[in-house]
């Protein structure tokens, strides 16, 4: 059994700063691919940034230079660190990541951690 954890989403006013994490625990092999992603409400999940083979990044566009993804592969355990925060990016943020279980890849979610910018 595979499981996934996002934490550290909360409240945090504009312009200021949130470190999400997320980490993986259970029968692990290996782990291809971790990505975030982002939720509002009534739309679908949108990519904000992944990182696979433990290095090779990628962002999406609206988020580069504000964002910053990066991995403790010792603990399977990925990062996003957020900077100045804008009201806009109020979502429910979720932690993906491919991983072989010994069994073969699968896809694993998080359940999502809440991330409120307002003053």
């Known amino acids: 059994q595979v499981q996934v954890v996002e934490s550290g989403g909360g409240l945090v006013q504009p312009g200021g700063s949130l470190t999400l994490s997320c980490s993986a625990s259970g029968s692990i092999f290996s782990i291809r691919t971790m990505g975030w992603y982002r939720q509002f409400p009534g739309k679908h999940r949108e990519l904000v940034a992944q990182i696979t083979g433990g290095a090779s990044t990628n962002y999406a566009d609206y988020v580069k230079g504000q964002f910053t ?25 979720y932690c993906n990541e ?8 699968s896809n694993y979610w998080g359940q999502g951690t809440k991330v409120t910018v307002s003053s």
């Open 69 to 93: 993804i990066s991995t403790d592969n010792a603990k399977n355990t990925m990062y996003l660190q957020m900077n100045t925060l804008k009201p806009a990016e109020t979502a429910v943020y």
């Open 98 to 105: 491919v991983v072989h279980n010994g069994l073969g890849w």
